[in-house]
């Protein structure tokens, strides 16, 4: 089937949580696409899909069309040469009433090749709601890699959770290269950085919390170096900042320290992640940070995390 002209290539296929707003800025900093309403992106590239915390598929186009008997029609005259597969199905609105199998068989009995649904060499994707149904071919999918990190060793009640900050690096790779955690706690964002592949390396002024986060990132044999400095002094240049502020009951913070790590870290690097517990915008802005964008993200305990990511320039 041959793609529309400027028709984007890929689709991904993300999680649909109005409550999390990480889920869009994440599929767009990792694929170029921005998800509609159903979660779906129209994208140039799904490579980093398997690192992804919330984009479920990346898809290649084969077919969309107003109704499944057209797309039927449409994967008919394609004559997918697709020995071994299998046809999967994701419905994207409740309001939509189909029989499932059904839907799978016609479109499976328009493909000219050997089904195989046990082990399939090759996987297909309907995605339907009402007036829009849509073939592609499964290429890659999430991983869920970074849960290994949950069996991390140390941990304390501020740890990011692995996910979570897998999404945080996710906004700023493939784009930045190194990144610096000078409140790096027990290390979640480092393991996250050194499991792909980004330079790293964090800090914290508890000695404790430098201690445990050596130990994480040695369990899990990466190689990020982690120091007893004060965030307030940063001096370590990268290409991001991500710092994960102290927030909550037992970790205070007065608002000129946090003014204080602000001024160092635009020093210290172009972008800045910093996650706090309440909207902190106009003090980035006042470091002489441009383009702040703030992510709301719920923590199961009714309590919200405020996500910046911020440019120098
Ligand atoms: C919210 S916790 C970070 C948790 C970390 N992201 C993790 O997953 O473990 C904040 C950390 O900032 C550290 N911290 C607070 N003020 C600091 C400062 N001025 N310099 C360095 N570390 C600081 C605390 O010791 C604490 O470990």
Known sequence: MSLPNNRAPYLAVCIRDPRNELVGPECENLTGGSPDSFGIARCQSIVRVPAAC?????????????????LVSMVQAAELDADGFRVELVRLSKRLEIDRWEAMRRVADAIPSDPNMKSPKCRFLILSRENWWCLGEIITEQTHDYRIHDQKPHRTSSSLPSQLARALINLVVP???SIVDPCSGVGSVLLEACALNVACSGSDYNRRMVGMSRKNIQHFSYGASVSFADARE???????????????????????????I???SIRCAPTALFVAGSDISSWLTSAGYNRVSVYRVPKQTGFMRYVHRAERN
């Open 234 to 260: 940063l001096n370590t240049e990268a290409d991001a900042v991500f710092t994960d502020l102290p927030y909550g009951m037992k970790l205070m913070i007065s608002e000129s320290d946090v003014r204080r």
């Open 262 to 264: 602000l001024d160092r």
């Open 54 to 70: 919330y984009i479920r598929y990346g898809l290649k186009w084969i077919a969309e069309a107003s109704s499944l008997g057209e």
């Open 175 to 177: 784009g930045a290269k």
